[in-house]
């Protein structure tokens, strides 16, 4: 029985070396003539040029709008395949009139930006596929990773997908065409809403540089929607490149506590009237204690961020639990703590517009950095509202009211509380850094729109609060506002 159950064992291991040899042979077969066909071994520097379209992620104005657009005026990318580093130098513009979405609209003439990416042990993964995800990058990485080939129909066209795994444990595949052109590559990275989410390149019209094939259209997807849109105009294969760490701060992006950061052990509040308290260290929040229950306005960034606000909101008002969450609209970075919110058991208080919107988002799959909600595998809970809504216990009144016409956000909700006289807003007037900055020369029309619904609605503000808070802590007056728009001193 042992000898029989044993060779039974070594026969299915042989059959998997060599099935698994078989498709390593093929794969390795399918980036030799990849490579052949575009230039890898020759290609150690790449250079080029190209004009089109970036748009910027999560930033939509509705539910069922792309990304919204700016306009790449000039864009030139350095890639060094050795060390692997990048290096990407832009004009932007605005690139939608009337603005519409977010995304620091309106770009305001000419914006220069440059992105570094230098590959070393500790680049984050997201950064590296800037990198690994270029056609002649992505076959090396093939080979360095071992992947593995199989045949696959899309869309009745054939091609060998060679897949492999990336550093965040999810498949990156290309797809090789019958010119053995690499014509997509797709993987999966995970952002604080979406969880897992389809990050893909595609890339068309092949053009020979001299023995290297390089691609004059280059489209990248994020979530469903164009991030990128290039149509390239020139190459210089092997062109001479260096690329250097920037000056200062490194290449990682601004903003709030990273996905995985441990939160903070405490976070800067302030008491803005009884039971009102201001919650900083990132988006600005606001707890409001209720007779029975907390009200948060705003569940921004991250769950990193989340658990801050909810930690200090607890802080502040022992032994109540969070019940609502208002959000005050869609765009990625106002909603991505909103799933740890619902963790916590809270409803979320939102427009309508939003709501069948959300219930996809808080169904997607969660497996690369499973968060609190896809552990507890709560159902969320909501309440809209249209053009207004009131919150109360009887002492404490949060009146919500819908920015009607708002070029940002169809959905954009501000919070102002009659007693104490203070507007919570996100993105109708982000205060610049010094209160006094100059004036810019033309009112921001999401701004505009703002004054406009404080006086339709004849709103009595004090306080300002815009969850973008600005950096000196400042109080943000109703002065301040009028100011910029043109109507105070
Ligand atoms: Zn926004």
Partial sequence: MSTLRFSGIACATVFALVSGSAAAQDAAAVIADASKAIGVEALNTVEYSATGFDFVFGQ????????????????????????????????????????????????????PQSQTIIVNASTPWVQQLEIWMMPHA???????????????????????????????????????????????????????????????????????????????????????????????????????????APQGRGGAPAGGPAAGAAPAAGVPTEKLAEGVYLILGGYASVAVDFRDYIVVIEGPQSEARAIQIIDAAKKLIPGKPIRYVVNTHHHFDHSSGLRTFVAEGATVVTHEVNKPYFEKLFALPHTLVPDRLAETRKTPTFETMTEKKVLTDGTHVIELHHLR???????????????EKILIEADAYNPPAQPNAPRPATVSPYTANLMEHIDRLKLDVQRIIPIHYPADNRNVTLAELTRWVGRGN
């Fill in 60 to 111: 939509a104005y509705n539910p069922s709008s792309p990304w919204p657009k700016f306009i790449e005026k000039s864009y030139t990318r350095a890639i060094d395949f050795r060390t692997p580093a990048s290096k990407v130098d832009r004009v932007r513009m605005q690139g939608e009139n009337p603005p519409h979405g977010g995304g620091q609209q309106p770009v305001i003439g000419d914006q």
């Fill in 405 to 419: 016409g708002s070029g940002h956000n169809e959905g954009l909700v501000v919070a102002y509380l009659p007693k």
């Fill in 138 to 244: 992505f076959l090396r990485a093939a080979t360095t990773n071992h992947a593995t080939a199989t045949s696959r129909t899309v869309a009745g066209k054939r091609y060998t997908v060679l897949s492999f795994k990336g550093q965040n444990n999810a498949q990156v595949n290309g797809y090789i065409n019958d010119q053995h052109l690499v014509e997509r590559v797709e993987t999966w990275i995970d952002t604080a809403y979406l969880g897992d989410t389809l990050f893909e390149s595609i890339y068309s019209n092949y053009k020979d540089f001299g023995g290297v094939k390089f691609p004059m259209k280059i489209v990248q997807t994020e979530g469903g929607y164009p991030i990128f849109d290039l149509v390239v105009s020139d190459v210089k294969p092997n062109a001479a490149v260096t690329i250097q």
